[in-house]
């Protein structure tokens, strides 16, 4: 009881709290999705980020008194966020996914060498590894040791370069893939974004300690906060954007059409066939184009098709279709040509037939209604004339 008395609460391990609530909530949302190898390599990053913000909300609150041998003992699993990562990235985009158990035990090696040395720390008794911690807590700033530098260094560039790797497999998606799954490298990139902040806050946390050579433990927690906002981010972008979340994050599609007879190249062959005959023939101003109209003049199954747009660019058949529709109109009401037409005229003439639809569509799109759209068309003309 007495040393319950000793356990602290402020500021810094309520956002580290927090930050463990946030994951274990999203990693309740991951496990209520069918497994694939995308979902696995999310769940994994996910709960190396949670065993590290729970690590130092043991440390900060004092809760390491009542279970000494949990302190760093999770430490080393940081050296697996970089590979874990890189993998995630490459399940996604990847053509004919797959990774050896040799390929899983070179890319460890790091995490085990970490573990290594961490060893003597792991053997010592609870009270030495509370004395050791609490010495550390008497002191702020603490003293940088050169172990300690070069610990969080390997760290942090181990990870960078497996950023720069799955980098070059987003870039190389972009390049192949149609342009509609830039929807899908869009996000990747996004994600990629979020996570080159996380290391790179920490890259600039090591060079302040390096710099000062001492470690201010409120510096320290910014790196922290990282992780915490890494994990809200995914969190409010897994409930806001569920479907997006689902077919692009989760890379879930391909496990619905476990079963198809449809092959990955071959997919996304027909997703550029398709994608071009939508381009040069304009089916979509057909306000009666179904699947089936369309699969007749590709040569592909209606089904295969929704398939192909569902797996690829996560996205049902009609959105996809709408998707060009709102293209159309949005260029129409750029054009003066097109000026003596009503708002209305121009949705139905694109393809669109109601007008519900087609606002939702636009605003879905470009972040305004039709009507905003055009007045702001209006007011920038007379300065692009003058």
């Known amino acids: 009881m007495e040393d319950l008395v000793r356990i602290t609460f402020d500021f810094w391990s309520s956002l580290l709290a927090f930050g463990v609530f946030q994951g274990l909530l999203l990693l309740l949302i991951l496990l209520s999705y069918r497994k694939n190898s995308s979902i696995n390599f999310l769940v994994a990053l996910l709960f190396i980020l949670i065993l590290n913000l729970f690590n130092y909300l043991l440390i900060r609150t004092s809760l390491f008194l009542e279970t000494p041998h949990l302190t760093h003992l999770f430490t080393p699993f940081t050296f697996l966020i970089g590979p874990i990562y890189y993998w995630y990235i490459k399940s996604v985009v990847g053509s004919n996914y797959h990774i050896s158990w040799k390929n899983y035990v070179l890319h460890s090696i790091p995490f085990l060498l970490a573990t290594v040395s961490l060893a003597p720390f792991y053997l010592l008794s609870g009270n030495e590894k509370i004395n050791i911690i609490e010495s550390e807590n008497l002191v702020n700033p603490v003293t940088l040791s050169p172990q300690t530098f070069g610990f969080i260094a390997l760290q942090i560039i181990q990870s960078f370069v497996y950023i720069f790797m799955a ?6 998606a972009a390049i192949s893939q149609s342009k509609h799954s830039r929807t899908k490298v869009l996000w990747l990139r996004r994600f990629g974004s979020i996570f080159l902040i996380y290391w790179s806050v920490d890259f ?31 969190v409010f972008f897994a409930i806001k954007n569920n479907k997006d979340f689902s077919g692009v994050l989760l890379n ?73 529709r709102f293209m159309e109109a949005k260029s129409r009401l750029q054009q003066s040509k097109y000026s003596h037409l009503t708002i209305l005229a121009i949705a139905m003439d694109s393809g669109f037939n109601n007008k519900n639809t087609f606002n939702k569509v636009f605003k ?19 300065s692009s004339t003058s």
Request: glycine share 6%; hydrophobic share 35%; charged share 20%.
């Open 167 to 172: 980098g070059k497999l987003i870039k190389e």
């Open 204 to 234: 600039l946390g090591l060079s302040w300690y390096g710099f000062l050579g001492k470690i201010h433990q409120e510096v320290f927690y910014v790196t922290m906060l990282c992780s915490t906002f890494f994990i809200n981010v995914l």
């Open 252 to 324: 879930s599609g391909r496990k619905k059409y476990r079963n198809s007879s449809l092959n990955e190249s071959d997919s996304k062959l027909y997703l550029r066939k398709i994608s071009s005959y939508m381009e040069a023939e304009k089916p979509y101003l057909d306000t009666e184009l179904s699947p089936a109209k369309l699969a007749k003049s590709v040569g592909i199954s209606s089904h295969q098709i929704s398939q192909i747009l569902n797996i690829e660019i996560g996205k049902s058949f009609y959105e996809f279709v709408n998707e060009y």
């Open 364 to 382: 879905k799109h470009s972040g305004l209604t039709p009507s905003q759209f055009l007045k702001q068309q209006l007011s920038v003309q007379p």
